[in-house]
């Protein structure tokens, strides 16, 4: 059962490593077109923070998947707190 829990978070950590790193990609490459949108203010000052809401998700999987996949999990209370 561990092993298919790792298989999982092994793919996991893929698919999310993959989209998170072209979400950094995308924001470098377009930096420009970033930097313009979202200092419109506006509504558009909604759009930083839906994306690092977006980044913080994906990066977040990732990084789980990714301790998991390696049999990395945090560690069970004893006092039951």
Known sequence: MATTTKKKALVGAIVMGAISS???????????????????????????IVTAFAFSFFHGSFTGNFWTALGIEAAKSKGGK
């Open 22 to 48: 072209g979400m950094y990609a995308l924001l470098f490459v377009k930096q420009d077109l970033v930097n313009a949108t979202f200092g419109k203010g506006g509504m558009y000052a909604l759009l930083p």
